[in-house]
């Protein structure tokens, strides 16, 4: 069928031309004699979510101004194609009808063949509408992957930390994040907070290991005047100031074992009791606490706690280094040359592929931060509108792409052959799987093998 169609016509031999031309051209018609009936099935048959595709709508009827209709009903009418007619059309009226949403206007009396030409002018607007509605509805599911509050990413790594932190946003739990200096665990921990329904509460974050820990006890639980030297007014704690909201623990592995008793009696009891004071106080706080140590090895050792460690560790969120994720490289160049041009007013618009090549041979010990300062340095120093590798610091400028270093420096243990071939193959599976970012199918083509014999020589070399 070409579509439903609703001819809205207080005059009877109108409606009855009308229907007869549009079911013999394949339409599906049916008819209102009045403004208020049209309106009604034209409602009745949104809500069942059957709207008409095209509605043929006076403009002169008794009682009622066709525009007037449209420009009232505007919701019930949105999801179909309304074509205005009238016998005194102007080009005013002509005009009025479109502002208010009409798709075109036709003049009465009219041809058959200019009603079904534009309907069918209407039907290919209505399909490129729908595509348009469709891409970006796909763009914008696109982009929703690629972004968590303001990070960005396209590494399947980092999909997997923003899909676990969307699903944390949606309870009050604890999360613990993992991840070296750099990496982002506060803009995680400030995502999962914005994305929660705490939004509105405060965030209040630490730096665990910045505070004394003589001062420790009083920043976090408060005191009371003359609890001790100094305390000349009664202080609000850190964790009753995020009341409602959200502490981040940064660096919560520098907690001293002293302060660790005290954070656990507050994750269990929910309360905390101000240091010169006999009385606690509930708080509802949401804890997100992160550190780039390793606390298993620490609650080995015993610089740690095991029950404050379990109790922390209820939701783990572990975050990549950005060696491990070189494919995110371009996607965080671009993002922080649009951060620093609205900052600098500046108008660096990319890298070139020379510089680019540069920024992926980089190991970033730094991480995300590192790659920050780079780019921020960069825009600072391009003459033009692109990074060049001149305006690159010259630890990263001057670095030989890993590509080149193995070039000619390959030199075997001892004189075996047998051995010396072992090592030349591990050397070039590892520089293969250097040079495509770890994909092992693009690795095993440009080493001339099969995937499964590139597997198990990687299993064979240890190589991960």
């Known amino acids: 069928m070409a579509g439903k169609i609703l001819i809205i016509d207080d005059e009877k031999n109108m409606r009855h031309m009308l229907m007869s031309l549009l079911e013999k051209e394949g339409y599906t018609a049916e008819t209102a004699a009045s403004g208020s009936t049209g309106v009604k099935m034209a ?12 509605i043929l709508l006076d403009v002169k009827m008794p009682g009622v101004d066709g525009i007037s209709l449209l420009q009232e009903n505007r919701g019930i009418f949105s999801r179909s194609m309304v074509i205005m007619m009238s016998a005194y059309g102007t080009i005013d009226t002509a005009v009025s009808a479109m502002r208010h949403g009409a798709f075109d206007f036709i003049s009465k009396p009219f041809k058959p063949d200019e009603v079904t ?19 970006k509805n796909q763009l914008g599911q696109i982009e929703e992957r690629f972004h968590f509050s303001n990070m960005v990413a396209k590494s399947d790594a980092m999909k997997e930390v923003f899909i676990l932190a969307k ?31 705490r939004a509105d509460k405060p965030l209040v974050a630490v730096n665990c290991g910045g505070i004394p820990e003589t001062l420790m006890e009083s920043e ?47 994750l269990q009891e929910s309360e905390v009791r101000p240091v010169g004071d006999v009385r606690t106080r509930k708080i509802d706080v949401r804890v997100i606490a992160a550190t780039s140590r390793n606390l298993k090895e620490e609650v080995d050792k015993g610089a740690f706690r095991e029950d404050l460690y379990f109790r922390l560790n209820v939701l783990t969120i ?43 041979e980089c190991d970033w010990p730094g991480n995300v931060r590192e790659l920050e300062n ?11 509108d692109r990074v060049e590798p001149d305006s690159l610091p010259p630890a990263i400028a001057g670095k030989t ?3 080149e270093n193995n070039e000619g420096s390959f ?49 064979m070399y240890s190589i991960t």
């Open 43 to 54: 409602d009745r048959a949104l809500k069942q979510d059957a709207p008409y595709d095209f």
């Open 117 to 135: 030409l534009l309907l069918e002018r209407a039907a290919e607007h209505r399909a490129l509408k729908n595509e348009n509605l469709y891409l």
């Open 167 to 197: 699903k944390a946003a949606r309870y009050a739990i604890t999360v613990m994040i993992f991840g070296g200096s750099g990496t982002g665990k506060e803009l995680i921990a400030r995502g999962i907070h914005k994305e929660s329904d």
């Open 220 to 266: 976090f639980f408060g005191h009371k005047k003359g609890a001790f030297t100094g305390a000349t007014y009664d202080k609000k704690g850190l964790f009753e100031e995020a009341h409602g909201g959200t502490i981040f623990l940064d660096e919560i592995g520098e907690l001293p074992i002293s302060m660790q008793v005290k954070l656990l009696r507050v």
């Open 318 to 360: 572990t975050l990549p280094s950005l060696s491990e994720r070189p494919e995110d490289i371009p996607l965080l160049c671009d993002h922080f040359l649009k951060k620093f041009n609205r900052k600098l007013g500046s108008r660096v618009t990319g890298v070139s592929p020379s510089a680019m090549k540069l920024l992926l």
């Open 374 to 384: 780079v780019i921020e340095r960069s825009v600072v120093l391009s003459d033009g």
């Open 401 to 403: 792409p890993r590509k």
């Open 411 to 459: 030199t075997p243990e001892g004189f075996s052959l047998k051995v010396a071939m072992r090592q030349l193959e591990k050397m070039m599976i590892q520089r293969a799987l250097q040079e495509t970012g770890g994909n092992r199918t693009h690795a095993s083509r440009i080493l001339e093998i099969s995937h499964p014999s590139l597997l198990s020589k990687m299993k």
